[in-house]
């Protein structure tokens, strides 16, 4: 499905019934809108590890602007903050006046904002491997935080310094997540970010927009304290990407935020160990 909003197209799915019978009644589900990361991937990957939510919620899946099945307008109008508005306007022409929204990795910058930006929409806040901010985080915890370089040999370096170095073309994108995507995960489960990502249709100029114009300039850190939303925070402790510190940094920023780490996950954990996550997200939505 599409909307046309703010000057583009905004496509979305929903998983799951909005309202549910139940004792000789109706009763109506929470909404989770889910955001995906990349940015230049689409919201495919999230549902293999999301779907079973269903069962809680009512799914609303969102291709970001310039990204998957949404439209294609100039990537200068491809900002954090205009997704944000994006995702306010698509639940206003869904005539959903407040929800709970989930936002993986790059998804989660966008949700901190749609946080900011709308606070009387997001009732709810799940932030699963983000980060406040791309610049280095101390930490005073004393724990070393988790690397591609501690587990992957100089070639799959070589290739991960190619794009990191500003390399972002088709065939290093392609080369990327072939030899460094496995690493994404945790040890035991490399075998999961290959099947989610060949879900996605990926965008080599936003990966590359997002990567040259949008990262560098990213921090929320001052603003965290404004987020009003009940906000629970997810990491993997494998996840050099969006590394545990990082979620440790919101968490610390968000008042009232709740912190939940997977001892057995990386980047992904609601695919890598989903019995898990789908626990602590019960938890979420009963209490």
């Not at 959903?96 to 901190?112: K, N």
């Not at 392609?174 to 075998?191: I, L, T």
């Not at 780490?261 to 009963?286: I, N």
Request: aromatic share 8%; net charge negative.
């Amino acid at each position: 499905m599409r909307a046309t909003l703010n000057d583009t197209e905004i496509f979305f799915d929903i998983d799951g019934e909005g309202f549910h019978p139940e004792q000789g009644t109706l009763t109506e589900k929470p909404v989770l809108v889910i955001l995906h990361g990349g940015l230049g991937f689409d919201h495919a990957y999230l549902k293999p590890g999301l779907c079973a939510l269903r069962e809680v919620a009512q799914l609303l899946y969102v291709d970001l602007r310039g990204q998957g099945r949404s439209g294609r307008p100039p990537l200068a109008t491809c900002t954090l903050e205009q997704m944000a508005d994006d995702v306010a306007a698509l639940c206003a022409y869904l005539g959903l006046p407040r929800v709970h929204v989930f936002g993986h990795s790059a998804g989660g910058f966008v949700a901190m904002h749609l946080a900011l930006r709308h606070p009387a929409l997001v009732g709810g806040l799940v932030l699963c491997s983000s980060s406040p901010t791309v610049q280095p985080i101390m930490d005073d915890t004393g724990e070393p935080a988790p690397s591609l370089a501690s587990r992957a040999g100089p070639e799959t370096l070589a290739v991960a310094g190619r794009l990191f170095g500003g390399e972002i073309t088709e065939e290093s994108v392609a080369d990327f997540f072939r030899e460094v995507g496995p690493y994404y995960a945790a040890p035991a489960h490399m075998d999961v970010p290959p099947t989610l990502t060949a879900l996605c249709i990926p965008s080599v100029d936003m990966m590359r927009h997002f990567m040259t114009a949008l990262a560098p300039s990213y921090d929320l850190r001052p603003q965290l304290g404004r987020i009003a939303a009940r906000t629970l925070v997810l990491v993997g402790k494998f996840d050099w990407v969006c590394p545990p510190r990082a979620s440790r940094a919101i968490a610390r920023g968000i008042p009232g935020s709740v912190l939940v780490e997977f001892e057995d996950a990386g980047h992904f954990p609601f695919s890598e160990t989903p019995d898990a996550f789908l626990d602590v997200m019960g938890s979420y939505f009963g209490d």
